[in-house]
């Protein structure tokens, strides 16, 4: 059954068909161009960041390494001079080649130790370390290496323990004269210059390392591995052990997977050590490395989809502008065949520009009068929020008489510790926010434990503990306070890992609930409970400073005293309460730990 035709088609419909053809079709083919262009250059950009960096680091371990092998043919040389090429066992010790030996252990912070031996391996050495076994057994590899008339290289090895470790590798030359070996120079060289800059490139977001030609850890940025680590359960520490020769040729950049539950996607780069058969390696998740990427992808789809939209509509807007005075002349057309000939059509392209022009400024103002007000209402649902957070903390507050405006004051002390720590504003608002809830949970606790007066049982106290959890527990659905639950669940962990709810030691603690903690700690301590007066400020912060490193947070409680000593913090006069004796849970301090087990 054919469908009947129109008998004519409106202007209107062509015109607005081409304005949209010939605005949108090609917007949507450009931006996906443009698109795609700068996808490719973020990630090669990327790749090349990754790439300069290894390769930087590889240079500079060569030039080190190619320095330190001159520095010790200098040394060789000026030996066989100052010996006269005789460095037998009545002669090795001789003043002068000890002072040479000093001489080069000095010219140079990384070298930690120096030996020269000679063919019967008996000799002097100089430095601040002593040899141990490890390092002992190296030498005589160098020895027997020596004796063949190669050069050495060692493993990386780690001298010492504690704030006393060192990360050195021994490298030795051969001391030959006229064809006829002499014996070998040693050297240690601490490898501290090399995780100070491998350290540096790890502030900057990338995790770098070392590893040797057999996959094993050299040094690290960080703690997370130890020295000699066999690193080859890394993709791509495998991938360079696997291509032997091959990879001291080539820079190599790969995505792979971390092994382990998550599968996390990286991205890494190795770069050849030629001259020691070592590969510098950087790797980062690649969700990180190509966030900017995905960031320009959603902007750019963003602003198309706008894009399209208003061009739709103006297109709309315009097609009917340029209809109207057509529709004008018809009718005044349909007038004059009626015998009307009073009508006149008056139509000025001059007059028409003018119009469209003034139209499309007053949309420009009713968009940005639109944006204005998005602003606005964005601004008021912000106030909103936060209005609503006070408002929960208030009420938490209120069901314990002792404990009124605490989460206020928490979050005044949180904000001026995490200022003077220099935090960002981002992290500052969520340092905000998450001291204003950190007590959300005791709205689950029963108000015969909350507002108990006096000291509470061993069974109250570990409900009264659960407070934590249930925090969590009540924020964890709304996904925009995701990042208050650290704050919320572990503000009463210890450093020394005797906190709730979990134990969490040290570094596994995250920075937010720290600051949170020595806040607490320190409303607690100036404000009056039933089981204790309120402190003078200076008492609490001696308290606080008792359990600095221990307990609390150091770099957070000498944020705290900096502010105090400024006077940003000034206590108001508590009234006094009678106290009620409180049983000690562990062997804290018992003011901060019965405010812990209240708070």
């Known amino acids: 059954m054919k469908l009947p035709m129109p008998s004519r088609i409106p202007v209107l419909y062509v015109i607005l068909g081409v304005l949209v053809l010939i605005s949108v079709v090609p917007m949507y083919f450009y931006s996906a161009q443009v698109e795609s262009i700068n996808r490719d250059r973020l990630i090669t950009n990327e790749r090349l960041l990754q790439n300069t960096v290894t390769r930087s680091l590889a240079d500079d371990i060569s030039q080190h390494q190619a320095s330190l092998r001159m520095m010790q043919a200098n040394l060789s040389s000026a030996l066989q001079v100052a010996s006269g090429g005789d460095i037998t066992s009545s002669h090795v010790e001789a003043p002068e080649l000890r002072a040479l030996l000093e001489n080069f252990v000095s010219s140079s912070g990384d070298l930690a130790y120096a030996t020269l031996l000679n063919s019967d391996a008996k000799g002097i050495s100089a430095g601040r370390i002593a040899p141990d076994a490890f390092l002992r057994r190296e030498l005589e590899r160098a020895f027997s290496a020596a004796r063949e008339g190669r050069v050495y290289n060692g493993q990386a090895l780690m001298i010492g323990n504690g704030k006393s470790a060192h990360t050195v ?100 780069t190795y770069s050849p050590v030629t001259n020691l058969d070592w590969a510098v390696i950087v790797q980062k998740p690649r969700d990180d490395a190509y966030r900017g990427v995905y960031e320009m992808q959603r902007t750019a789809r963003r602003l198309a989809l706008m894009a399209v939209l208003l061009s739709v509509a103006i297109s709309i807007f315009a097609a009917r502008r340029i209809t109207n005075p057509l529709q004008v002349l018809t009718e005044s057309s349909r007038a004059i065949a009626r015998g009307d000939f009073s009508k006149r059509v008056t139509l000025k392209s001059r007059t028409e520009i003018g119009e469209l022009a003034q139209t499309f400024n007053t949309m420009s103002g009713e968009l940005e009068h639109f944006v204005a007000d998005l602003k606005r209402a964005a601004n008021e649902n912000l106030e909103l929020f936060m209005g609503s957070i006070q408002m929960l903390a208030g009420a938490v507050d209120e069901k314990d008489p002792y404990t009124r405006g605490h989460s206020d004051r928490v979050t005044r002390y949180c904000v001026l510790i995490a200022k003077e720590m220099g935090l960002t504003d981002d992290l500052l608002e969520v340092v905000r926010i998450s001291a204003q809830l950190h007590d959300v949970g005791k709205i ?49 962990e210890s450093l020394d890992g005797r906190g709730y709810p979990h134990g969490l030691k040290d570094e596994e603690i995250p920075l937010v609930p720290r600051i949170i903690a020595v806040a607490d700690t320190f409303d607690a301590l100036t404000t009056n409970r039933p089981y204790q007066h309120a402190h003078e400020a200076h008492d609490a912060l001696r308290i606080i400073h008792s359990l600095s490193g221990k307990r609390l947070d150091p770099v957070a409680v000498f944020a705290l005293d900096a502010v105090y000593q400024r006077g940003e913090i000034r206590l108001q006069k508590a009234p006094v309460l009678p106290p009620i004796a409180a049983p000690q849970p562990d062997d804290q301090p018992a003011a901060v730990t019965v405010a812990a087990a209240r708070l």
């Open 169 to 268: 590798m021994l490298v030795s030359t051969p001391v030959v004269y006229a064809g006829r070996f002499l014996g070998m120079i040693g050297s240690a060289v601490d490898l501290q210059f090399l995780i100070n800059r491998l350290q540096e490139v790890n502030r900057g977001g990338l995790t770098p390392y070392v590893v040797d030609s057999q996959g094993r850890l050299v040094v690290a940025a960080t703690n997370d591995y130890a020295t000699g680590q066999d690193m080859k359960n890394l993709e791509i520490v495998r991938n360079f052990v696997d291509e032997g020769r091959q990879a001291q040729l080539v820079v190599a950049t790969r995505e792979f997977s971390l092994s382990g539950a998550n599968k996390t996607k990286m991205l890494g």
């Open 444 to 492: 689950g606790i029963e108000d015969r434990i909350l507002k108990k007066p006096g000291a509470l049982t061993a069974e109250e106290f570990t409900v009264m503990k659960t407070h934590t959890t249930k925090g969590a527990n009540i924020l964890r659905p709304v996904a925009q306070l995701k990042e208050m639950i650290p704050g919320i669940e572990l503000h009463h």
